[in-house]
């Protein structure tokens, strides 16, 4: 009686955990729809910062006397936690995520603008683009070769922002 042989399939590896990472999520999502995932993903990101930032930050009498309340919300700790995190991962990666959510946060803030002149509230808007953004990920998701799972899910919110800078970057041929 003979052994069926078994197709091991071997993990390369990586110099760097942040390379595991993308090597992950390069298996997991298909090439022809990694546009539309960067959609999706940019609004869930998006959202999700918004609805952060909306949460009421407690009033600090020193910052009042400062005047610099408003400069200071749960979106400032979220960005700084989420920066370093990236920061540790992939540092030239980092500063471009960093260019990206300063470009959300210029938009939050209009939307805090059009809030105060009777426009709808920014963490509806958030809301909903944080739901758009989910949704399409899991609907895509469905449609893989092996359907995403909670932790494929998970793995794509958390380092899928800094997976497609590094596709713009290899496109680019700059080194990360």
């Known amino acids: 009686?003979?052994?069926?042989?078994?197709?091991?399939?071997?993990?390369?590896?990586?110099?760097?955990?942040v390379?595991?990472?993308?090597?992950?999520?390069d298996n997991l999502i298909s090439n022809k729809n990694r546009s539309i995932y960067a959609v999706f993903l940019t609004l869930l990101f998006f959202g999700v910062m918004g609805l952060i930032w909306m949460i009421p930050f407690p009033q600090l009498a020193f910052l009042e006397r400062m005047n610099?309340?408003?400069?200071?919300?749960?979106g400032s700790f979220y960005i700084a936690i989420i920066v370093y995190l990236y920061l540790r991962l992939a540092p030239t990666l980092s500063y471009a995520m960093l260019f990206s959510i300063a470009i959300m946060s210029f938009f939050i803030v209009q939307l805090e603008y059009v809030e105060r002149d009777g426009g709808?509230?920014?963490?509806?808007?958030?809301?909903?683009?944080?739901?758009?953004?989910?949704?399409?990920?899991?609907f895509l998701g469905r449609n893989e070769m092996k359907p995403l799972q909670g932790k494929?899910?998970?793995?794509?919110?958390?380092?899928?922002?800094?997976?497609?800078?590094?596709?713009?970057?290899e496109r680019l041929k700059i080194k990360y």
């Open 120 to 138: 709808p509230a920014v963490w509806l808007v958030s809301l909903l683009l944080a739901l758009i953004g989910l949704g399409g990920i899991l």
């Open 1 to 17: 009686m003979k052994k069926k042989d078994k197709k091991v399939t071997k993990t390369p590896v990586f110099d760097r955990p």
């Open 152 to 169: 494929d899910i998970w793995q794509l919110v958390t380092i899928g922002p800094i997976w497609l800078w590094s596709k713009v970057f």
């Open 19 to 25: 390379e595991r990472h993308f090597y992950e999520l």
């Open 68 to 74: 610099a309340q408003t400069f200071l919300n749960w």
